[in-house]
Each structure stands twice: as structure tokens, then as C-alpha cells.
């Protein structure tokens, strides 16, 4: 099973596709949370999730509004949305059975 932090930054990388690299999450995070995500936060678990194969990066090519240096974008393997589908499918049986937490805006990928 993932980790809520590993839910959100599959989560996250998915959505910022080719823009997903860390001082964007960390915004992104920032802005959907309603908290500060510290950068430390992000990168601990990128790591891991790289080393288990549910992430890639790549070294973008250097740019001037960096100094000349390049970006580590993250993307998402198909073992990582595979991952996250029986993630989210787990969570959505169980939360399925409290009323409290019924809501139309369920995250569903896959079957």
C-alpha cells in the first residue's frame, strides 16, 4: 500500500505531466493542501518511489532562467498507476461504506 504522501505525489505528477518536478509540486502541493510542503518532503518520497519503480525522472535540457542548470521532471511508470489504481480502489471500498465520507468526486482509475 502507499503512503498518503505517495498517493498525493503520484497524484500530483500525474496532473502536472510534463511540469512535474520539484519546486512545482511543492507549489502545487502547497496550493490543493492548504499547507506548506517543504522541499525535503518531496524529495524523500520521490526517492523512494523512484527506487521502487512507480517513478522515472529525467534531466531536462539546461535553461537560462536556471542559471544553465537542468530540471529532474518526474513521470509516472505503469507500475505506479498500477499501484495507485489498487491504492484508490482499496480506499474507495472502504470509504464507500461511511456515510459521512460519501461524495460524487471519487478518484477512480481503471476498473
Known amino acids: 500500500m502507499l503512503s498518503g504522501h505517495d498517493e498525493l505525489l503520484l497524484l500530483t505528477i500525474l496532473n502536472l505531466k510534463d511540469s512535474?518536478?520539484?519546486?512545482?509540486?511543492?507549489?502545487?502541493?502547497t496550493k490543493?493542501?492548504?499547507?506548506?510542503?517543504?522541499?525535503?518532503?518531496?524529495y524523500d518520497p520521490l526517492y523512494r518511489l523512484e527506487k521502487t519503480?512507480?517513478?522515472?525522472?529525467?534531466?531536462?535540457m539546461p535553461t537560462q532562467e536556471r542559471g544553465g542548470r537542468s530540471k529532474r521532471v518526474y513521470s509516472v511508470t505503469k507500475k505506479g498507476v498500477k499501484a495507485l489504481q489498487e491504492h484508490l480502489?482499496?480506499?474507495?471500498?472502504l470509504s464507500d461504506s461511511i456515510p459521512e465520507l460519501k461524495t460524487d468526486n471519487r478518484l477512480k482509475y481503471g476498473k
Open 32 to 42: 490543493v493542501t492548504g499547507k506548506e510542503w517543504s522541499i525535503g518532503a518531496i
Open 53 to 60: 519503480g512507480y517513478i522515472r525522472s529525467i534531466l531536462s
Open 89 to 93: 480502489k482499496v480506499r474507495n471500498e
Open 20 to 29: 512535474a518536478y520539484g519546486a512545482t509540486m511543492m507549489k502545487h502541493l
